[in-house]
């Protein structure tokens, strides 16, 4: 398994979160470029890279950043997205607390990339103490006289899941509850108090300076032609040595899930995965067989890649409680805004809690198909899509062990 | 209004609204720092708030419902939040969830933390305490309690 530390190769490094070991180690080093490129250079770079968000969606960077206006008519902003909260997902807390000068580093270029003089940081409220690490290092990248040409503001969130979609997380931005937007029909920047913004995930940005230090073909070196580049992986669950560990795309998943992970915990058998987060359709071991993780292998084995967090289940989980366990929270992190989504949450939840209490019918079964249906596609973020995913891959992928506790 | 935010507060207000294109961002970060004063937010709180961000009220307090970590009363005991998504309850947070019960302190069942990786999981006034045993919490609490 190749080697592939792009955005982790300071995570070893003890106190690399200070700017004297940072740069030691080359941070900054990429702001040089600065003097030679234009901002439109560097989006084409970035452009090229073929970079895709690595908050979960894979949309290309570079498209995205080619949105804003550079004709300075309104000012532009920055959103750095850490509002981390897709369970199984604990990568950006990596990087704010391990190398944090890695971060305001590609802030920096972003933000001259898109002419933006001020850039915020979004951070979920639970993630306080990392927070305080990336505080300090904005402070000292302040006193070093490093930030200089825009600034950085941590925005503190206040414990809601749905504040890591972009339009949501610009609403909580703006005073208000946190309730995503709808989307316009043609391509646009996202709106900061109608102000042209970009919202980048933090891993994102934090792989800007390595594109505009070597280029978009040393990114393009790694991962698969469509997927390009390396991704913070992640397992949690049933596995031996849980974490996170940086891999290009295209790795296979069960060697990687042996060669960083260990394999199941404590030698048992490996029963399902589900790949990037509780938002992605549930995998079976066999499906896992010869699956690379890369955006096009997952989207061709009917799930999806999201942010790489995968949780590991072995030959004992009931399946079942698993999904009971994934759809108690997304009834709980139901923003409400639409029908589908707030009354489908609750009442598919309701119902997987019969059938664990064995109190479940054959009727509640495709009850939870129709729930399924109702909130697929007719709402205004992809929450209740996501949930029908989940409840549709279990029951189909798992229907015997539904079926064997029902009256 | 009985509620005042302290110096030390009002010189970070101002510094903050020259960050922002519009003082109706300050909403979060000042329910944030009415918190940090009181423990929860007052009603009060919640008007002076509406006084610096120039957002109603009412909206104001919908704002402060609507994120679970804003506190409408006073606690009266110590906070323990205990993770109880996936990856934690596969990583044996009944347990640790059931062991809490026995303790004086004010349970939440909280959504993922974010310690997927070192989990159970539990937090307490801002701090993450990681790969949880009894033995542990036990430990954790003499020292908080």
Known sequence: MRESKIVSSKFHIQNAFNLHVAKEYGAYKSLEKMDIYAPQQIIQII????????????????????????????????????DESEPGTFKDRQIISKD????????????????????YIYIRGEYKAYQNILQSAIDEAYEAG???ECDITIHRGAGAYICGEKSALLESMEGKRGHPRLKPKQKEPEWFFENPTLVNNVETIATVPFIVQNGADAYRSYGTEKSPGTLLFAMSGHIERPGVYEAEFGTNMLEYIEHYGGGVKNGKKLKAVIPGGVSCGVLTAAECEGLTLDYEALRGAGSSLGTGGMIIMDEDTDMVAALKNILEFYHEESCGQCTPCREGSGWSDTIVARILEGKGTEADLEKLFELADIMNGKTICVFAPSISQVIVSFIQKFRDEFEAVLV | MSFKFTQENLNKIEELKKRYPSPKALSLPCLWMAQSQEEFISLDAIDTISEVTTIPPMEIYRVATFYTMFQLEKPKKLQVDVCKTLSCKLCGSDKILKYLESKDVNINHVECLGSCGTAPVMQIKDKNYENLTPQKIDTILEELL
């Open chain 1, 47 to 82: 452009k090229d890279s073929m970079l895709r968000g690595k908050g979960g969606g894979g949309a290309p960077a570079g498209l995205k950043w080619e949105l804003m206006p550079l004709d300075d008519k309104k000012p532009n902003f920055l959103v750095v997205n850490c």
């Open chain 1, 100 to 119: 944090p000068h890695l971060l305001i580093e590609g802030i920096i270029l972003s933000c001259y990339a898109i002419k933006a003089k001020a850039a």
């Open chain 1, 146 to 148: 490093i930030l200089k």
